[in-house]
Every structure is written in structure tokens, then in C-alpha cells.
């Protein structure tokens, strides 16, 4: 097993099964409290679900369908993988317990499939929905994933992301406490955020109580509001050796026990107005673990370092 700057993702999945796994997104056809109007209908001024949505995920299609699809484009390569079903667009909690237990439930009947990865907003969790995820968890594989995107609350007014940090907290304290796997997924370059702001962040989301994270840099998407903004008053964009050198010492600042997914997204090209890298997203990772080494960098090496 390679030995990584940092405590890798692809490195603990394969501790957690005896098999291969690999996640299949679906779309379940839920919504959004910031789109249907319960906070607002303009939703969270970057988004556009498009951008990380594969073609077999069609909320016009069963949720049994979407993974079948799925696995025939996985299995051509594997034919052994086994699967987690990912509820990854739009917020997968918002519903009630029962519509929760449907959805979740067809997914787990597919043959092979092992587990679940369910993406959602912090805001959108309850006792209710917590327990019944617990009671998943005894006898599945379960990961809860939280959008949290920035831990300052203007910067979350900025984007209209309609929560607040200290529910991001609370709800990550709930899910831990009935002994889920949790993620978060952070946004590094929202605007009005430094590199000197996100540095700072780093030890707050490390201590969060987090088991992974997910990073990406800021996308500009056409058609989203943020574009808007972005071609009326243009903000600072990392460029990719910018973007190495932060996450580098990001990393750095983060515990040493937390596991990290990725550092990096590519938004299809039609949709992306900048920054455009033109990169493979393992071509990235390769060139950040190299800044690591080269410069001796790890995972948890400035982490007690700094008060917060």
C-alpha cells in the first residue's frame, strides 16, 4: 500500500471491505429547502446539480435502474466490485422518515449493493431521521455527508447557503454520537475568502469532529448566480500551483486521523466558466503528494500548532 502525505481515502475504504467498492451516484428525486421555497428558490449561488451528476443518474428513472446502469459501466473493468449506493444530488434527507426508508431501502436490495453514502444538508437532519440512519448503520454500511462548505458565517450568507457553522456542529455532533461514519465537504476560494481565511478554517473543520472530508476548489458555473456576480466584479480564482501550495499547507493544519477523499473537482467543460485547468483530477493529486514530499509536508504536522 503507498505510503501518502496523507491519510488517504482510497487507502481506508480498502481496510473497511474485503472487496473492491466503488460508489454509484443516484438521483432520488429530492429537493432542496433552499430551491422549494422553505428558505429560498434561488438555492446556493454556485450550485448546479449538473456539474457532478454521471449520465446513468436520472431521477426520471427508479433508483434500482440508476444503479443497475451504473454497475454495467463499472463492472466492464471489475467484474467482482461491489457497491455503495451514493444519494448525491440535491439534499437526500429532505423527506420524511418513511419516503427516507423507500429510497434507501430499493438501493439496498440491489444485488452487490453494500452500503450507502448519503449527501445532505446539515439543516435537514432530525432525531427522528438520525435514529432510523443509526439502525441502518447496524447492519449496513452507512456514511453520512454533510455540505458544509465554509465555517464563517458571512461567507455563508454570501452564498445563500441559508445555515449557519454552528449547525454544520451540531448535526455532525448527533450523527457521531449514534456511531455514523460522517464527512463534510468544503469549498477552498469562496469569495471573500483568502488564503490566510482558509488556513484559518482549517483547524475549526478538522476539529469538528469529522471522520472525512471532501475539498474542492471555487468553480465558476454558467447560468448560476455566483456567474453572475463573477463577470459583474471578477474575484481572485486559484491557479493550479496556487492551489497546490494551499491545500499543502492546509493539510498540514488538519488532524492527522482525518481521512481525506479528494482536493479537487472538474466541472464538464460546457459548463465551466473558470478557473480551467485542463487537469486530471489524479494528475492533481500526483503533483500535490510530490509538493508534499519534496517539501516535507504532512497531514497533522502543524496541527497543534496554532490556538483557535
Known sequence: MKTLPYNDFGNWIRKMFPF????????????????????????CTYCDNRTFSPSYCNRNKPIREQIEEGKAFFSRK?????????????????????????????????EDVVGLVIGTRPDCV???????????????FVIVEYGIES????????????????????????????????????????????????LRQAPIISECGLDILKIHQMQIIKGTRLAREYMEKPFHLYSVDEYIQLIS?????????????????QSPKELLIAPKWDIKNYVFTNR?????????????????????
Open 20 to 43: 473492491r467498492v466503488q460508489k454509484i451516484s443516484v438521483d432520488a428525486g429530492f429537493t432542496c429547502p433552499n430551491r422549494d421555497g422553505r428558505l429560498s428558490v434561488h438555492g
Open 78 to 110: 471489475y467484474p467482482d466490485m461491489k457497491y455503495l449506493a451514493y444519494f448525491q444530488s440535491f439534499t437526500n434527507t429532505y423527506g420524511t422518515v418513511e419516503e427516507l426508508r423507500q429510497r434507501y431501502e430499493e438501493a439496498l436490495s440491489v
Open 126 to 140: 432530525d432525531e427522528e431521521k438520525l435514529d432510523y440512519l443509526a439502525g441502518l448503520n447496524k447492519n449496513h
Open 151 to 198: 465555517a464563517n458565517d458571512d461567507t455563508l450568507r454570501r452564498i445563500n447557503r441559508g445555515h449557519t457553522f454552528e449547525t454544520c456542529k451540531k448535526a455532525i455532533k448527533q450523527t457521531k454520537e449514534r456511531g455514523i461514519i460522517t464527512g463534510g465537504h468544503i469549498i477552498i476560494g469562496l469569495p471573500g475568502e483568502d488564503q490566510k481565511e482558509s
Open 249 to 265: 499547507e492546509y493539510i498540514q493544519h488538519l488532524n492527522k486521523d482525518l481521512i481525506l477523499e479528494r482536493f479537487v473537482s
Open 288 to 308: 500535490l503528494i510530490k509538493e508534499m514530499i519534496s517539501s516535507g509536508s504532512y497531514q497533522g504536522k502543524l496541527a497543534h500548532k496554532q490556538t483557535m
